[in-house]
DNA sequence: CAGACTTTGCTAAATATTGCACAAAGTGTC
DNA sequence: GACACTTTGTGCAATATTTAGCAAAGTCTG
């Protein structure tokens, strides 16, 4: 059974707002209470958690642990993938230092930059490689997946020498140029610039109809 | 007319690309090449361009820079927007280096954080305040927009002291924590690590349905 | 334990978004 | 200028996604 993108992303959600209740006081919570957090219709909430089962009581609501639990079951991997993050400038400084990070589901197993200052250098205790030995050390650490965070004007190139690896299996670009990648390699965009310019848009749009 | 969300977001791409292309060779382009270069069907790309007006011609395509143009009166603004960019940490840094914030569309008139290295100060020429003093600040600069970059748990504090000047109309956060907000008060979040748990996500089904 | 609530799981309807297919329009060649 | 292309704009069908509504199940109160 193939689950829908958006329902995957609010799963994501839902387990995230979840662990943090686990500190809380109520070991319940009802999908209205869930999605009055979040932002999200309540029968949305009910529709997605029932995707895998009935798993709450009627009348009462979820169980924290036990649904964060199942959740976690749902989106969890077979492995811990190895991850390379191609781009160590400011934007991959930051991206290090953030606590996602920190993460059981995956591991940044070598970094890469053309800066002669940090390739060769341990940076967090990671080793940096030139850009140019990409497709050896990720064939040596069996990476998969690629973050990106390198220049638009780099972007391609950088790609294509994780290519020829033959490992690629998944790239998260930061970058905001287009890329060209095989099909059978995911591929998922954070792009600022696009989720700025919407943001005005649509404040444009709300201004103008309302005088 | 009401233009829906993913139709701008491809028109926000569309006009990058054609940016990059005004100094390419050829002045003319398809529904085609623009949907293969950016990975979208030719019938949606001419659907979204069609939406204000015949604008193409058959047999031949759109040229680039009457397009461009087309489209940037579409997205364009009647003002340029005053920012505030709440978090001056790692990301905060990050966003500020990159060109997406040179951009005639709007001006980052405020910085905001609590890092006494930090306030007081002038970064990259921007001045950087106490978020205690983010009300005034933003009411005295008639700043409407915040970007915020704090981390998860200072989000909801921060946007509340943000909410208080009364001039919020919109927000971009970077941050993984849920905030509340008055509804009229646009938001967008860009999330990081909501995105790297659906590249993981969907790089485990298509392995597990392979096998 | 009856009656008033609450809340789930699910089905069906409503919306939103994408993709197809084709007529009409333009180009190029002989 | 006839014929073979190419490519747009668009109506309609197909998909995807969200929302509403409701019976059934569980809780609470007196």
């Not at 400084?93 to 606590?99: E, N």
């Not at 990671?126 to 650490?141: G, Y």
Request: charge should be neutral; include cysteine.
């Amino acid at each position: 059974m193939r689950i829908a993108e958006p329902t995957v992303e609010r799963l994501i959600k839902y387990h995230r707002l979840l662990i943090s209740m686990k500190q809380g006081n109520s070991s319940v919570v009802s999908s209205r209470q869930i999605g009055d957090m979040l932002g999200i219709k309540a029968s949305q909430v009910r529709k997605d958690l029932s995707y895998f089962g009935e798993i709450g009581k009627p009348g009462v609501g979820y169980h924290v642990e036990r649904l964060c639990e199942h959740i976690e079951q749902i989106l969890s991997s077979p492995k811990v993938w190895s991850v390379a993050l191609v781009g160590v400038g400011n934007l991959g400084m930051a991206l290090m230092g953030h606590s996602v990070f920190q993460s059981y589901k995956f591991e940044v197993k070598a970094l890469f930059d053309v800066d002669p200052e940090k390739v060769g250098q341990n940076i967090m205790n990671i080793h940096c490689w030139h850009i140019d030995d990409i497709a050896r050390v990720m064939k040596e650490n069996d990476i998969e997946v690629v973050i990106l965070a390198v220049p638009a004007v780099e972007a391609q190139t950088c790609i294509d020498k994780a290519i020829s690896s033959n490992t690629l299996k998944g790239v998260l670009s930061f970058t905001q140029a287009p890329v060209i990648l095989p099909k059978g390699v995911l591929f998922y965009a954070v792009d600022v610039f696009v989720e700025l310019e919407k943001l005005l848009f649509f404040l444009k749009e709300k201004e103008r109809n309302i005088s």
